[in-house]
């Protein structure tokens, strides 16, 4: 079947300027994770949601940063007035309710602040 | 909080020898524990996990790990590695009660030379 999906594969922005990053997990999955990859920070949590539960943001950097999931299923990451050190791929999970310890990864969209 | 400590940046290898991959944790609760692979410009695949049992756990393309909880280590090993396996592997650990979120280690960059 398919796997997480996630557009747009690469984004150039210019400093400033407001982005949103989405991502499609696998049909019927009920968390779904946020995480960046970056060269100084390595890989790194942002946020999560499972169901209708309230998300967990502990990870986001900052109040610039914010996620929706839709419906319980899409889920939109918007960055505001994006600075160079948002620079990364910006990875999506999801992970089923059977199985819930195995993540399954989209592959990423890659995020350039010029 | 836990973290995750991949001793190792970049680990050259020729081609049918046998590769450690070393990853340490640590963690005052209980954890699960992965290994992850990344190909160039791909997302993360899955390559094994750690629940709980056996502390021997056989995954994808013929890698295995053991888990040693007096060590808090979780290495990864390969008998013969090919040409193929040539990527970054990341060690992760997650905790059921913090929403299953991963933590993961910087990453060792496996190469495989002919």
């Known amino acids: 079947g398919a796997g997480v999906s996630q557009s747009p594969s690469n984004k150039v922005t210019e400093k400033g300027k407001d982005v949103e990053l989405r991502c499609d997990p696998i049909?019927?999955?009920?968390?779904l994770y946020w995480y960046r990859q970056s060269l100084g920070q390595g890989l790194e949590f942002l946020i999560y949601?499972?169901?209708?539960?309230?998300?967990?943001k502990s990870g986001l950097p900052s109040d610039r940063f914010s996620a929706e999931r839709t419906g319980g299923s899409v889920s939109t990451l918007t960055i505001q007035r994006t600075q160079q050190e948002d620079s990364a791929v910006y990875l999506c999970?999801?992970?089923?309710?059977?199985?819930?310890?195995?993540?399954?990864f989209g592959p990423g969209t890659r995020l350039t602040v010029t | 909080a836990q973290s995750v400590t991949q001793l190792d940046s970049q680990v050259p290898v020729f081609e049918e020898a046998p590769v450690e991959l070393r990853c340490n944790y640590s963690?005052?609760?209980?954890?699960?524990l992965f290994w992850y692979v990344q190909y160039p410009n791909q997302g993360l695949q899955l390559l094994l996990k750690?629940?709980?049992?056996?502390?021997l756990v056989k995954g994808i393309n013929g890698f295995e790990a053991e888990f040693n909880k007096s060590q808090t280590s979780f290495h990864l090993r390969k008998p013969s590695v090919h040409i193929s396996d040539t990527a970054e592997y990341f060690c992760?650990?997650?905790?059921?009660?913090?929403?299953?979120?991963?933590?993961f280690g910087a990453g060792t960059i496996l190469r495989v030379k002919s």
């Open positions: 992760a650990v997650s905790v059921w009660e913090y929403g299953n979120k991963l933590v």
């Open positions: 049909s019927g999955h009920t968390a």
């Open positions: 750690y629940l709980s049992g056996s502390t």
């Open positions: 949601f499972q169901g209708n539960s309230a998300p967990d």
């Open positions: 999970a999801s992970s089923p309710r059977q199985g819930w310890y195995e993540q399954y």
């Open positions: 963690s005052s609760v209980s954890v699960y």
